[in-house]
């Protein structure tokens, strides 16, 4: 390996990092990790630390799952890649789509369109969702609907759907028709609403005033995450789902499901929408497919929807979209071990007491440190905390505050992410309880040294 000093000198010289200024490694070079293994990583200068992040919310088996690594070699000496446009498939694709199926039963969706990452599957998704309509014979309904403080990733579609401004503003115009509903956000609110349940009535009251606004019959799909993941990790309360389902069904409108976060097990559940008793119309799946080990995401979709497209004898329903990594078969490698090893673990199961411990341990955290605003979390291992400079005003925190937080909390053993005004922990799901307490006690320390 290159040195340590190469190594920074040319990150800032040669690298744009995404998500940050190009001045910014510069001034703020990034950790340069050069390891990892179970649930730590190892940067360039020797220090071991929990990876309280999980890569990027992707890392959910850790970081030395040998059945993946395994199943990328030997698939890598059998077939490294083949397309699946039309006229080819590969045997790999074919074997992960059944399992994809029987795993996503209980959510009632059957078919997998394959993609290579997040911001394709929302893509994936959102052009779906027009043509259903297309073939339906609804071509005006063209509009997306979703919420704002949510990310679906940074494709032009997905930027446009997104609900915060830092993804948008430099890029826009960005697709006309999209339209923000307030998120159920309890902790700030254009409502001033404190209650979570009052609160999720008053969203849904927006969502229904803007369909009746625009029209039901110009809208074709409103997307949302369960618990909206990069925006905060804000959970919604338990019957905001519900309610989105019921509008979206009563106006003809698909309910995308964007999972890119929560399919697999975070949630504690198999998936967001179950986690709340819902049934989507699609769900976008990326991250946990593969763990991290490949690029590589599939959207599912509902037996009704599917069958609209296959029962078309119009000639609309030709699917004008894909990847060339489509079902690329090393990705079906890695994601049907990972699938195999997250049902083999139970990782939900472990994401729902591991998280327990944690939301409590921020809990307590936040009894002794007023630069918590708030603690969110109680939904397996997303937990996100709020920092403020002042409790009674929520005046927001300085940037140099939170730059020693986070500083101080790698050197006390921990990574995590900061987003905004928000500490973010997504940590793999397989972590103990001794890592947890890693974590709450490198969070301490910095907020010891705040
Ligand atoms: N949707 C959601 C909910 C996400 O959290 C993300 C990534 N954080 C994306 C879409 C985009 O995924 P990717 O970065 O793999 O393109």
């Known amino acids: 390996m290159k040195d340590s000093n190469f190594l920074k000198e040319n990150n800032a010289r040669s690298i744009w990092h995404p998500m940050a200024h190009p001045a910014d490694s510069r001034a703020n070079p990034p950790t340069i990790v050069t390891g990892a293994a179970g649930v730590r990583i190892t940067d360039i200068d020797g220090h071991e630390v929990v990876d309280a992040v999980g890569g990027l919310w992707n890392v959910n088996l850790g970081f030395s799952c040998q059945p ?18 039309r006229g080819t498939s590969n045997d790999k694709v074919i074997e992960l789509a059944e399992e994809l199926r029987d795993f996503f039963a209980p959510d009632g969706l059957s078919r997998a369109f394959f993609t290579s990452g997040g911001s394709d599957s929302v893509e994936t998704a959102l052009r779906l969702a027009r043509q259903y309509h297309k073939i339906k014979g609804e071509p005006g309904r063209v509009k997306y609907l979703s919420l704002k403080k949510g990310y679906h990733g940074t494709h032009t579609g997905g930027a446009s759907v997104n609900g915060n401004a830092n993804f948008r503003t430099q890029y826009e115009p960005l697709l006309p028709g999209c339209y923000h509903i307030p998120a159920p956000y309890t902790y700030r609110n254009p409502f001033n609403e404190t209650d979570p349940e009052r609160l999720a009535r008053l969203c849904l009251a927006a969502l229904e005033d803007e369909i009746a606004f625009q029209g039901a019959s110009t809208i074709a799909a409103f997307i949302m995450e369960p618990i909206l993941g990069a925006g905060g990790v804000i959970p919604p309360h338990p019957g905001f789902m519900k309610g989105v389902r019921n509008i979206c069904s009563k106006n003809g409108i698909l309910l995308i499901a964007d999972e890119v976060i929560t399919a697999f097990g975070r949630t504690g559940s198999w998936s967001g929408s179950r986690h709340w008793g819902v049934q989507p119309d699609m769900m976008c799946t990326a991250k946990a497919i593969t763990n991290g080990y490949f690029p590589f995401g599939a959207v599912m979709i509902a037996d009704a929807m599917a069958e609209v497209f296959e029962n078309d004898s119009s000639g609309k329903a030709a699917i004008g979209h894909g990847y060339t990594y489509s079902g690329h078969p090393v990705g079906a490698a890695a994601a049907l071990a990972c699938l195999a090893e997250t049902k083999r673990l139970k990782v939900n199961e ?22 918590i605003g708030d603690v969110r979390g109680g939904h397996g291992l997303m937990c996100a905390l709020e920092l403020v400079s002042d409790r009674a005003t929520k005046a927001s925190i300085d940037k140099p505050t939170i730059a020693t937080i986070q500083e101080t909390a790698y050197r006390a053993g921990a990574m995590i992410r900061i987003s905004g005004p928000n500490v973010i922990l997504s940590p793999p799901l397989v972590l103990d309880s001794a890592d947890v307490q890693t974590i709450l006690s490198a969070l301490a320390a910095g907020f010891e040294a705040a």
């Open 68 to 85: 993946v690594k395994d199943a990328i070699a030997a698939q890598l000496d059998t077939l490294p890649y083949y397309s699946t446009f």
């Open 350 to 371: 472990n994401a729902a007491a591991r998280g327990a411990e944690l939301y409590a341990g921020l809990q307590a955290l936040a009894e002794k440190h007023d630069i």
